[in-house]
Structures are given as structure tokens and as C-alpha cells.
Nanobody
Framework: QVQLVESGGGLVQAGGSLRLSCAASGRTFSTYAMAWFRQVTGKEREFVAAVSWSGGTTNYVDSVRDRFTISRDNAKNTLYLQMNNLKPEDTAIYYC??????????????????WGQGTQVTVSS
């Protein structure tokens, strides 16, 4: 079992920055890959970024590749998403997710085994 709790969301102006965190507990953090997804009400959940167990492999959706950075600190059991140059279209609920396959950085949401409850990010224009 893995428990995930996101934090760090909020309201920011376009061009600003936020850092999301996801605290993990339960199964040893360094044994699984992690990802961030986002969802707008009424739309499908969208892949944002993923990172392998070691942090050595990452994957991003094209729309955030040069603005967002995913990272993890296995000593602190925490996943991060640094979001810079935020745009109004980044507004969504952001979820972290765990994939028990440690080296897979898949973009497919139903490949992930555990999910957090989400944190709201709102970017004003």
C-alpha cells in the first residue's frame, strides 16, 4: 500500500511559479515510479510528468516540458513539481500517482496504482 498527500497548490498570476509536493508513505518510496497528472472539471485526466524510482529518467507532456521540472527526494519520501512561467491553461487539480513498476515513466493514467487526493492550482491572467 502507498499513501500520497499533495500540497503546495494555490492561486498565482500568469508568469509566476509554484512548487507542488507529494508526501508518500507505506511501501518504500524508492521502489516505484511517480508522476503528476492534472484534471479540469469535465475533462479527462492529463499526464504532466513522470520520474523513475532513481530520478534518472523523466518524461513530460510537450506543453510543460520547458517550464515544469519533476524531481524526487527518496530520503524524504517526497515528489516535487516545480512549475515556472505558469499560464492560465495550467489551471487544474494536480494529482500525484505511484506506479509500482520502478523504471516505467508512462503517460497512461490507468497504469498507475495509487493516487493522492489532489491539490488545486489556479493561474489568473
Amino acid at each position: 500500500q502507498v499513501q500520497l498527500v499533495e500540497s503546495g497548490g494555490g492561486l498565482v498570476q500568469a508568469g509566476g511559479s509554484l512548487r507542488l509536493s507529494c508526501a508518500a508513505s507505506g511501501r518504500t518510496f524508492s521502489t516505484y515510479a511517480m508522476a503528476w497528472f492534472r484534471q479540469v472539471t469535465g475533462k479527462e485526466r492529463e499526464f504532466v510528468a513522470a520520474v523513475s524510482w532513481s530520478g534518472g529518467t523523466t518524461n513530460y507532456v510537450d506543453s510543460v516540458r520547458d517550464r515544469f521540472t519533476i524531481s524526487r527526494d527518496n530520503a524524504k519520501n517526497t515528489l516535487y513539481l516545480q512549475m515556472n512561467n505558469l499560464k492560465p491553461e495550467d489551471t487544474a487539480i494536480y494529482y500525484c500517482a505511484a506506479d509500482l513498476a520502478p523504471n516505467i515513466v508512462t503517460m497512461v493514467w490507468d497504469e498507475y496504482d495509487y493516487w493522492g487526493q489532489g491539490t488545486q492550482v489556479t493561474v489568473s491572467s
